[in-house]
């Protein structure tokens, strides 16, 4: 069958869901038998997500191919259990160097560059770069910001240009707001009604209407947005407010969101999608009574965006679990070694998170501190991980003065230090170790037996690594290097077994998890502070 491309804008405010809608879509179209991928357009002239302060834009995701993303391609692989890469996310800041670039090269003749054709046409060759590879029957792009941004114009405007091209292998769906106004005690209509103007001033008329509403719109006042906003009635569909973005899929398929794509793009609906392994995840989620208490330490705790797959991954392993799960954010830049205890009291586990500089790292080294010695179940990630290795250095070996070189360049014991191939590096973006790289486990491990193998891929972000020159040091103190790439002989694993359960990783795991394949290491992670949990309750 022919590729068909779907195009998904929104509405009224930012912060709908229009990630959650185009994976909900997704999840259905794949579990339908069909080959689907999404993408997203950011509008911001940011090249890639990867130098933003996660104040700005939450998560950077990273994709096995090294690419540094939006996070909601964080949710399009967690919904659909596929892979992305730099294709499935594109930037404004992408799209004019691509064509800037072009100029400089001669590629336009001479010709006055302008936004139309040559950016629109550069937008186009994006969208289409997925559907050419004959790979998928499906394109869902989702097109970032609100109508109205002047800096989606260029974007919507191809949009409009390819639902022509296109014709019937191309459809828009758009996601907009219907709010409830509590005086009135009432919803209402009009913000929808002028989003959807906005968006037919810009030549392009939505086939289908997702309406984001934190109260129940009865069939006549979707009857009558549809008749205001030139929408087949059936066409109309709601999206309200669950306790669980996991449940989206089904309450789009109970309003047949998939059926209506196919029936509008000429593909035939023929019986159901086969979600039985997602209402599986659905009802072990609505069965668990139980809670498990997670602390996260981390310098970003305000925006809990900026930790999104760490919170999804401790999610979905706590549902395998059958239990809940309830994450204390813990700021570490007023963690301190006297209030340590009561900060972290009655966690059952606690997450080190990743990050960059020197600020809020002293909180970081006394929640370790507390953690080991009060032996708690406790996950390092990335910069955590370093962490483990330089408070462990300091407060086991008692090289006082221990440190990463990317907190202090004069430290006399570089537990930590610059990669190699990093020293001669002075633009910061997308110049990282990223992506995914191989690593050998030792086959006695913690992390060995919760992958149930030795060799292992996991995702990267990072200029820092391990230093070797103390890894004979350590070991004999107790802490294994049970983790390491087999070309570089990086090391990526480390753990403590005299502790229950004390592990580092370099590598970022929480970007392999979706909810079909949970993370393996947050899986034996999360059953620790399980078991910790029901310990400490029979004590």
């Known amino acids: 069958m022919e590729t068909k491309y779907i195009f998904v804008t929104g509405g009224v405010v930012s912060s709908l869901g229009k990630g959650i809608i185009s994976a909900s879509l997704a999840c259905l179209l794949k579990a339908r038998g069909f080959r689907v991928t999404i993408q997203k357009f950011d509008p911001y002239i940011n090249i890639d997500p990867g130098t933003l302060n996660p104040y700005e834009h939450g998560e950077c995701y990273v994709t096995e191919d090294g690419y540094e993303a939006d996070l909601d391609?964080?949710?399009?692989?967690?919904?659909?259990?596929i892979r992305t890469s730099r294709a499935n996310n594109v930037t404004t800041g992408r799209i004019y160097q691509s064509v800037i670039d072009k100029e400089r090269h001669g590629d336009y003749l001479g010709k006055t560059v302008q936004i139309v054709p040559h950016i629109t046409d550069e937008?186009?060759?994006?969208?289409?770069?997925?559907?050419?590879?004959?790979?998928?029957?499906?394109?869902i792009t989702e097109i970032g910001g609100t109508v109205g941004d002047i800096e989606s114009l260029p974007f919507l405007e191809s949009v409009r240009q390819m639902r022509w091209e296109l014709g019937g292998n191309a459809l828009c769906i758009h996601l907009s707001y219907v709010p409830y106004i509590a005086a009135a005690k009432e919803l209402k209509t009009k913000p929808t009604q002028h989003s959807v103007k906005q968006l037919q001033e810009l030549g392009i008329q939505p086939d289908v209407l997702v309406l984001r509403t934190e109260k129940h719109i009865g069939q006549d006042m979707r009857s009558k947005i549809a008749r205001f906003c030139n929408v087949a009635p059936d066409a109309v569909v709601q999206s309200i407010d669950v306790d669980s973005i996991y449940k989206v899929p089904m309450k789009m398929h109970e309003q047949h969101l998939d059926e209506i794509v196919m029936r509008k793009t000429g593909v035939p609906v023929e019986g159901e999608p086969d979600m039985a392994p997602w209402t599986s995840f659905l009802e072990k989620l609505d069965k668990a009574e139980e809670t498990v208490h997670i602390g996260l330490v981390g310098k970003y705790v305000e925006l809990q965006d900026a930790y999104k797959s760490i919170y999804e991954s401790l999610f979905h392993a706590a549902t395998y679990a059958g239990y809940k799960v309830k994450v204390r954010y813990i700021h570490s830049e007023k963690l301190r070694d006297e209030n340590a205890g009561e900060q972290l009291d009655g966690l059952d586990g606690v997450v080190i998170a990743p990050g960059f500089g020197q600020r809020g790292i002293d909180g970081k080294f006394a929640a370790l501190r507390w953690c080991r010695a009060q032996d708690i179940p406790t996950f390092g990630i990335c910069l955590g991980m370093q962490c483990m290795v330089i408070e462990y250095a300091r407060d086991v070996l008692g090289l006082e003065d221990a440190n990463s070189t990317e907190m202090d360049s004069t430290t006399r014991h570089n537990v930590i230090d610059l990669m190699e191939e990093q020293k001669s590096i002075t633009n910061m973006g997308g110049t990282m170790r990223l992506g995914a790289y191989e690593c050998h486990l030792e086959p006695d491990s913690l992390a060995a037996k919760a992958y149930g193998a030795t060799e292992i891929s996991e995702r990267h972000r990072h200029r820092f690594e391990f230093n070797n020159d103390y890894r004979k040091a350590l070991e004999a103190a107790g802490m294994r290097c049970v983790g390491v790439n087999p070309v570089t002989g990086l090391v990526e694993v480390v753990e403590v077994p005299a502790l229950r359960w004390f592990v580092g990783t370099q590598y970022h795991p929480e970007y392999s998890s979706t909810v079909l394949s949970p993370s393996p290491l947050f899986a034996s992670f999360m059953q620790a502070a399980i078991d910790y949990r029901r310990e400490k309750e029979q004590k």
């Open 123 to 139: 937008i186009k060759r994006s969208v289409r770069a997925l559907g050419s590879t004959g790979r998928f029957d499906f394109v």
């Open 73 to 81: 391609l964080g949710h399009y692989e967690r919904f659909t259990n």
